[in-house]
């Protein structure tokens, strides 16, 4: 699973770096949830994540096929979360009073 994980890391950073302006500020966050089942997130400026998205959610679906069709592949069951720093703070936030 270690292999897909980076192929699908190193695939995620290349990709968004090439629709954003703040790729200083972006972060991927990858969190293996069980056996062959892997989280990735990448969390951006609010306005960079518009840009990720794309028109009509186009962009981000496209990019998540693409995810998906690299960790079928190997078995791997994996999600694409797209925030920004805004909204993983307030997701903390409420996980921390849980």
């Known amino acids: 699973m270690q ?3 980076e192929q699908i890391r190193n695939f995620l950073q290349y990709t968004a770096v090439q629709f954003i302006d703040h790729p200083d500020r972006a972060q991927l966050k990858v969190t293996e949830l069980g056996p062959n089942k892997l989280r990735f997130k990448i969390i951006l ?3 960079d994540v ?3 998205i794309g028109r009509n959610g186009f962009s981000a679906s496209a990019i998540r096929g693409v995810v998906k ?3 079928e592949r190997a078995s791997v069951q994996a999600t694409l979360q797209i925030h920004s720093h805004e909204e993983e703070a307030e997701m903390l936030a409420r996980e921390a009073q849980s």
């Open 45 to 47: 400026e609010r306005s």
């Open 69 to 71: 069709a690299a960790s």
């Open 3 to 5: 292999v897909v994980t």
């Open 50 to 52: 518009a840009y990720l």
